[in-house]
């Protein structure tokens, strides 16, 4: 998912995150290259599991969005490769996800060998909500309230 | 390719770019995604590519270089998405490489729609030099005449 | 694209090839992996890269059929491993394309080292008709004619 | 990881299966496609992650054969593709491992929804048996070993 509109959020993110969540998975051979490590993009679909773990724990499968005419694509991504990580080791990343402004959400990602804690890549994607043409939109009204109840969730 | 090792060269690329290259290729079908535009990853594979076609350009095959125990991994990414792109779109993409302090390499690179020059994505990448054991290496000799050499051809 | 259905065209492509189409890419540092030759599933990306060329040198676009409700997913597939190819390695593909029964279309797909003619990777893929909603259709009028006009355009 | 050398191994699988192994997943959005269902090549993806889980499940994991030299490339792979998976669909897959002939091995796939058993692919994939160069080599006394270890743990 990737989408149309320019952003300027490539600072921290701004207040605290609503939703932390942690995942583990294991590198795929598919996604080694030559190097003997993980090509640099798998990061980035690494991020997305991520995001989507994250929202589903929380009570906003992703997957029910799109349906809704909500989508959130990506609008700025980052990363830094900090570590190695070969096929088949168990990776551990942590998903933060906050809302920037009104209309924007910003996922911060933390990659580490889940054995070592060793670090392996670390990096955000800035995400807009469009309709299914593209087109900027405010986040609706049962978002926002599923937003809330999962950011009192977590701080109950 | 990605590497160990963390950086700061967050910032715009340091000095002039000795290279700029531009190349022209198609949005594959497995590039796209749900949403209809490619998947944000993608941007990724496609910067190799531009990097790829600019160092061959100049006189320095990136394959040259790794049985040459001389290897570039990516050490950050970022990329701004600004605009849709399609199945079968012909994109544009500019790169332009330079030499950050003494020993990492930056690739900027900007990608737009060959017909109408609608912005599709902009971005920048972060080499480290290493040996193939991942270990920072200087940049041999052999290289930085080489890259000298492409410097002034360029200039004339 | 990948689609709903069974096939039972495993054999030899029934009759003559209409379209035979040539076409040349490098192998890209993202299509690796640790063994040092191409990752298996990059033969379908590749695959798909000689049809839509194949279909477009015969006028027949593929981007231009979705938008008229006509879509060709992959009901079958089959790869031979022949040898081996490396990133950056120039490789030639010569796709055939020929129609199976009244309602099925099938590529036959022929991977070699463009260099040596090396034998790299051999196989097919079938293809149904199908409207949006992955309904299987007969190929419309429209569609006929087009191939078959592509077909006196190859025997004259 | 794909390899050279052809094979006649197109016929169903000799003799029974020694591993039998299911594993559980979900599509990913980067596995899908403007048609809105997983690109065909992701097949081949996941077959990977199922051999790799069956192995492992076995106590031969892959990721120690090609430390000890030995690497068990493509040589040729088969998909059938059933039925629509769609983003974020919960997808059950079983592997069957079985030797064919003396040197190499056969990996058949079986990829329904895990809610409604509704068939989604299913297609095997041959390995050689090869060095780190691509040579051809027999099994290793210490494979076969392990091999009728966990083909009596199987039968017990």
Chains 1, 2, 3, 4 share one sequence.
Not at 37 to 56: Q, V
């Amino acid at each position: 998912m990737t989408a149309a509109g320019s952003t300027n959020a490539g600072g921290p993110a701004a207040g605290p995150a609503v939703f932390e969540h942690v995942i583990t998975f294991r590198v795929r051979y598919s996604e080694t290259d030559q190097m003997g490590t993980f090509y640099n993009s798998r990061a980035l679909e690494w991020f997305e599991c991520g995001r989507t773990e994250a929202l589903r724990a929380r009570g906003l499968p992703y997957a029910e969005l799109e349906p809704r005419d909500v989508f959130l694509p990506v609008v700025e991504a980052h990363v830094r490769y900090l570590g190695r990580a070969q096929y088949d080791d168990l990776l551990q990343m942590t998903t933060s996800i906050a809302f920037i402004g009104r209309a924007r959400v910003r996922c911060d990602e933390r990659i580490v060998q889940a054995d070592s804690g060793k670090n392996v890549a670390a990096g955000y994607t800035v995400h807009a909500f469009t309709d299914r043409n593209g087109r900027v939109i405010r986040p609706p009204a049962w978002f926002i309230e599923g937003w809330k109840k999962a950011k009192n969730a977590k701080q109950s």
